[in-house]
């Protein structure tokens, strides 16, 4: 049973459009985090949500964490191609552990 | 600020002989150390963590094992490799705080290739 549920799984899409990449559970999260992965590197954190309903933003990219700490979502506008990469969802249940979603893998071409 | 160090960052070995990856993290104190894997380039899976020196928990049962002989030293092993020990091995750590509770910060990974 996957915990996390990530999707789209891949979006390919050209430079300048939007996008937007959901993850979702049925689960309580006391944080959820987002992350970015380049091929053959280790992920790299792009942002921590705590509160229900957080919105934080991080120059194109913006980050919601759901009213009831379940869900969030990331939004990217005008993508650039580097922006390509693995995105990452992960949730904490409250004891340092963090459970991963699948991953969407995003193509921006030019 | 905090970094973490991987090596080595490429193995090939053959089915049957032994596994050492060792982690390391610097600029921080007694923090939560995590090994994962993942494979095909999608999700991670947990494979070991630890919340202080002598002690491991494990996630999956396999034909691996872990230890951390020191606060900032965490080390992946196996006796004998299996082909379907393939993958690419991921160290993380947290902090034991509560601020930013659960993030975790990953090491540059382990491409491990058993033939």
């Known amino acids: 049973t996957q915990l996390l549920e990530q999707s789209p799984q891949f979006l390919s899409i050209q430079e300048g459009e939007n996008l937007t990449v959901y993850c979702n559970s049925s689960?309580?999260?006391?944080?959820l985090q987002w992350y970015r992965q380049e091929p053959g590197e280790g992920p790299v954190l792009l942002v921590t949500?705590?509160?229900?309903?957080e919105v934080k933003k991080l120059k194109r990219l913006t980050f919601q964490f759901g009213d009831a700490r379940k869900d969030s979502s990331l939004h990217i506008t005008a993508a650039q191609p580097g922006d390509t990469g693995l995105y990452l969802c992960?949730?904490?249940?409250?004891?340092?552990?963090?459970?991963f979603g699948k991953g969407t893998l995003l193509t921006v071409n030019p | 600020s905090q970094t973490i160090h991987q090596w080595p960052a490429t193995l090939v070995q053959p089915v049957g002989s032994p596994l050492s990856l060792e982690c390391t993290v610097e600029?921080?104190?007694?923090?939560?150390l995590y090994w994962y894997r993942q494979a095909a380039g999608r999700g991670l899976q947990l494979l070991f963590y630890?919340?202080?020196?002598?002690?491991i928990s494990s996630e999956v049962p396999q034909n691996l094992s872990a230890s951390r002989p020191q606060d900032r030293q965490f080390i992946l092993s196996s006796k004998k490799l299996l082909l379907s020990d393939s993958g690419f091995y991921l160290c993380?750590?947290?902090?034991?705080?509560?601020?930013?509770?659960?993030?975790?910060?990953f090491g540059p990974g382990t491409r491990l290739t058993v033939l």
């Open positions: 993380a750590w947290s902090g034991t705080s509560g601020g930013g509770r659960g993030t975790q910060y």
């Open positions: 992960a949730g904490a249940l409250g004891n340092y552990k963090l459970t």
């Open positions: 600029g921080t104190s007694n923090p939560n």
């Open positions: 689960s309580v999260f006391s944080s």
């Open positions: 630890s919340v202080g020196i002598g002690q």
């Open positions: 949500v705590v509160t229900g309903g």
